[in-house]
């Protein structure tokens, strides 16, 4: 359900565990977790999934957006057990383009171990933002995390931060977005505390019924990997929702992985009630 070029990442850095563990929630706007331009009320979220590797489950999820805020609480099981994960994030417009918020999130796995993360969020000009706050591993590990966004000229600029107090070690990813003609490139470069690097260039291109995704990932002994990924949305008749993802990695000495996975789920939303005439206005109007 996350795309998969962090997983390749992951394989080199130890900063990978914390980029899998750390929510797209942890920065309000992002996917799942902001409020964007979603109306308020309540969407749930109840299917099944299954992987080529990594076996089958079922998850359900619960995202409610109200004026300000949107609160969050989701819950998947498969072979080793069930976790759950909830976030919740604020949200206040403070003037045209800028805006403040709060970030809180939790995650208990199906080893009961636990991870959680909470910060600040700024925005201070459209496309552009701010977010500070701690990230704690099921370790017990702090990390501190900064992430900055900006955008110029079409393209999205997202230098992270990720300072380990615990042992001291601090990695950074650095990564670029732009945008043309039904098309994304996002070129990443993650530096672990050793001072190694990986890079990721990935290209997602939009389809009838979804997106391809082709790409390479060069390690830090400048040896590179391609990757590729097709993705499929179909709406079937029983009203449910599949996703299909099937794609391969190939690593530098030729050999080939085939990589797959599915979702079915069926989606709804509940509208919160219309506001009558003497509510308080919301601030995000």
Known sequence: MKPNHP??????LCVGSLLLTLP?????????????????????????????????????????????????TSTWTNQKGTGTH???NTYT?????????????????ANGKTSSSQGTWAK???????YTGTHTGTNGDVTDVSRD???????????????????????????????????KQVDTTAAGPNGKTVTSDQTFTKTSDGYDKTGTVTGPNGKTS??????T???????????????????????TKQTGNSETWTKTFTPTPTATSSATPSTLD
């Open 7 to 12: 997983l390749h990442l992951a394989s080199y």
């Open 24 to 72: 797209l929630q942890a920065f309000p706007g992002a996917r799942g977790g902001g409020r964007g331009n979603q109306p308020n009320g309540t969407t749930t979220r109840t299917g099944s999934y299954q992987s080529l590797y990594h076996g089958r489950g079922t998850f359900n999820s619960s995202v409610t957006r109200a004026p300000g805020s949107a609160t969050g």
């Open 86 to 88: 909830s976030f919740d």
């Open 93 to 109: 417009k403070t003037g045209t383009g800028t805006a403040t918020g709060t970030h809180e999130a939790s995650t208990t796995y």
């Open 124 to 130: 201070t000009a459209p496309g552009d933002s701010t």
């Open 149 to 183: 966004t900006t955008t110029s000229n079409g393209v999205k600029t997202v230098d992270s931060t990720f300072d380990n107090t615990t042992t001291g070690k601090t990695s950074t990813v650095d990564k670029t977005i732009s945008t043309s003609d039904g098309s």
């Open 226 to 231: 391609t990757d590729t990924n097709d993705v």
């Open 233 to 255: 949305f179909t709406k079937n008749g029983n009203g449910t929702i599949t996703r299909t993802a099937s794609g391969s990695v190939t690593s530098p000495s030729g050999v």
